[in-house]
Every structure is written in C-alpha cells, then in structure tokens.
C-alpha cells in the first residue's frame, strides 16, 4: 500500500527541502508512483527541482489539502511526500485532526509518516515535543539528523526528546553531508540529483566528473538507509 510522508522540522534551513529531493529522487528510482506537494508561499524549492512530480498546496486551505487525501482515492498503493514549510505546523494539525486523518488512513491501510529533520541546535530538539504532544503514537516518525547542517548532534543525543523518541519507536537517521560546492551548483541550477548525477559536456549546469562521482556516492548512501525503512 502506499504511504503519506510529511517532511518537516517547523524550523527553517534545517534541510526539510533537500530531505524531499532525496526521497524524490528514491521514489523515482525505485519506480514507486508518488506525488509530491510544496507548502512553502515563496520559495517553493521542492517544486523547482521536481516540477513533473511537485504540486503546489496552500496550508490554509481544507479544499487544497483535500487534494492529498485524493492521490489515494485514485491509486491506494500510490505515495505522497509532503515538503512542509517553517509555520506550517499548526494548519496542518489542524486539518489532520478535524479530517481524523489517522483513522481514515488506518482503514485504507496507508502508513503516515512524519519525517522530522533536526540541525543539532537546542530549538530543533524542542520542536519535537510539539510534535510528540500533537500526534503522540498514531504516525511512524522518522528522525534525520542532517550533517550537511551540524556535525554535533550532543544536545540531541543527551535529550528527554530522544528517549521520548525511543518509548514512541521512532525510527533515528543520519543525513549525510554533501560537499558544499556541488550542493551550491545543483541548488543555483535548480538540477534534480539524476540530473547532476548524468548530465554530461560544457554546459554551465554540468557538475565535473568528480563532483558527479561525490554526488553519486552521496545519494547511493542515503539509498542505503532509506532501503532499511519501510515506506
């Protein structure tokens, strides 16, 4: 069956966007039909690099959140990856709760995912006992500490939010760091990672051979642990 996955962390530039990309590029791949949506009102990065499969959605509308919820009614083993925005967190609460969303997809056999992304800092930990409190043992979470953002994740490690991670059996990963010139040269040319990965010649988009190689390796990593998770 399919899943719903929103990719969050309500903190902004902790890597919400480029987590997407990464299971953008998986689903792909791997050949599993999804969707995607893009909350964000300004930047809508998600959709920038996956125009084919990214749509836009508008957080304070019922009727445009509606349209996740209808990816399944026409394909239950679709899947829907959900790129939420910093400030988004209580519209979508909201309609989660009033939609009860848990039971209906419960009933049609749909896994919710929340992804949370965590930079190390103090205030990223803390979100995650909002999000605990709010939804408490109904979804799966899956917790991404992005290197590509922190190299110490302590305040994480020695944290009540952790152990509360633990009793809710929340799923723990690690993203790995991207170097950041190829990461910057992707994110200028609002490239997907197949397209930085296989595009070759002189075009100013074009990553060298090596950097094509890093990023290769790279995401074949974040394949590797996203091949252990059930989505």
């Known amino acids: ?10 903190k902004g530039g902790v890597g919400k966007s480029v987590l997407s990309r990464v299971l953008a590029q998986y689903f792909i ?38 349209l996740i919820g ?3 009614a026409e394909d239950p083993e679709h899947s ?10 209580a ?3 909201r309609w989660v709760e009033d939609s009860d969303l848990f039971t209906l997809f ?3 056999g749909i896994q919710v995912n929340f992804w949370h992304v965590i930079d190390g800092s103090k205030d990223s930990v803390n979100l995650l006992n909002h999000l605990f409190d709010t939804y408490g043992d109904k979804p799966n979470y899956i917790l991404v500490q992005n290197y590509g953002r922190c190299s110490d994740f302590s305040i994480f490690e020695q944290s009540a939010e952790k152990a509360r991670a633990e009793e809710l059996g929340a799923t723990i990963i690690s993203m790995p760091k991207l170097n ?17 990965i296989n595009n070759k010649g002189d075009s100013i988009e074009t990553l060298g051979m090596l950097e094509r190689q890093r990023v290769k390796v790279w995401l074949q990593k974040m394949y590797d642990v996203l091949d252990t998770i059930s989505l």
Request: glycine share 6%; aromatic share 14%; net charge negative.
């Open 70 to 72: 209808e990816c399944f």
């Open 91 to 93: 519209p979508v609460a």
């Open 29 to 66: 791949d791997q050949k599993k039909p999804f969707t995607g949506f893009d909350t964000d009102r300004s930047h809508q990065s998600f959709r920038r690099f996956y125009e084919d499969y990214a749509h836009k959605t508008v957080v304070d509308s019922y009727e445009s959140l509606d």
């Open 180 to 196: 950041e010139g190829s990461m910057q040269k992707i994110d200028l040319h609002n490239t997907s990672f197949w397209k930085a």
């Open 1 to 10: 069956m399919g899943s719903l996955n929103f990719i969050g962390g309500e």
């Open 106 to 108: 419960d009933e049609l």
């Open 80 to 89: 829907v990856l959900i790129d939420l925005a910093a400030q988004t967190f």
